[in-house]
């Protein structure tokens, strides 16, 4: 057993192979890193050169909704707006001003055009989160008309946790436009990734049950085949230690018999008189119809 171990390793160290496969390993972890990262790098974070590592792990919570497409249609006094909401990515598939969340509303008449108004760009991305919330926001909208002192929207989409889905219940909230600056579209939605990461539910104990059951299935299996095909053996006999554990199970039912009975065994002989004797009788009889000889 143990030359063929050092014979193994020998080999992986003469040829290297050991070596080619760590590095392997390092490739594809970095692989993974670098499509992981890619995967919201349409979202530019603002804040400058200097980037947030906890914004930047904020961000790649999103990735599993990397291009998601939502929408909400809402019916205002002034006509039927759609909001449209991408994740890190282009709301128009030739678009080419980073619009992330897009506003359109609906043409009253034919001869009226579809009106976009981009609401937030994913170049101008901001998040923040929660133990069970992440807050994501796109800046550099399309500029107000005359509201707000004409500064550019603001889209805050407010993602909650919910473990059921990975992303569902987009709707707008509100729109607050009657400040003089500082104003926003806010929406929210349900998305299992702002959810605090699970811990395992396996407790101490539990880990040490399953241990515990999978020794005893390896040692029924493993003594089975081993009694059936290494010893030759047929019947009960097949179970390992079969002779050590019918012991066993004699010492127990002595153990109980001297711990658990309340009343001592002779009183219990005579107790139980002649009518036990005739049930025992009875069995034996029925036995022997059944038997084909
Ligand atoms: C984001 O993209 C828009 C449209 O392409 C552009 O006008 C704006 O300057 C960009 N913002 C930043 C901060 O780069
Ligand atoms: C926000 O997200 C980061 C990155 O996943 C995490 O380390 C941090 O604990 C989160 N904040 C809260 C308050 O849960």
Known sequence: MTRVVTRKYMYQRNSGAGMGTVR??????????????????????????????????????????????????????????????????????????????????????????????????????????????????????????NHCGSEPRKAMIMISCNKNTLADGFMAIKEERSKSNECFYLFEMDSSVACPPEESHLSVGSILLIVFVVLIAVYLIG????????????????????????????????????????????TDTTYRGVGDDQLGEEPEERDDHLLPM
């Open 24 to 145: 392997w390993c390092v490739y594809l972890v970095v692989l993974s890193a670098m499509v992981a990262a890619d995967l919201v790098n349409d979202c530019v974070l603002v804040g400058g050169e200097q980037k947030s590592a906890i914004d930047q792990a904020v961000l790649a919570k999103l990735a599993p909704l990397k291009n998601k497409r939502f929408e909400i249609e809402i019916q205002e006094d002034t006509g039927t707006y759609t909001y449209t909401f991408v994740v890190c990515g282009k709301v128009l598939t030739n678009g080419s001003t980073n619009e992330g969340l897009l506003q359109t509303k609906k043409p009253a008449s034919t001869t009226e055009k579809e009106n976009n108004i981009v609401i937030g760009r994913i170049n101008e991305t901001h998040v923040i989160n929660g133990t069970d919330w992440i807050l994501l926001s796109y800046r550099g909208g399309d500029k107000y008309d």
């Open 223 to 266: 003594g089975f085949l081993y009694q059936r095909f290494v010893v030759g053996a047929k019947g009960m006999e097949q179970f390992p230690n079969i002779t050590f554990w019918q012991e066993f199970g004699n010492l127990v039912a002595d153990g109980c018999d001297f711990t658990c009975r309340s009343r001592p065994r002779s």
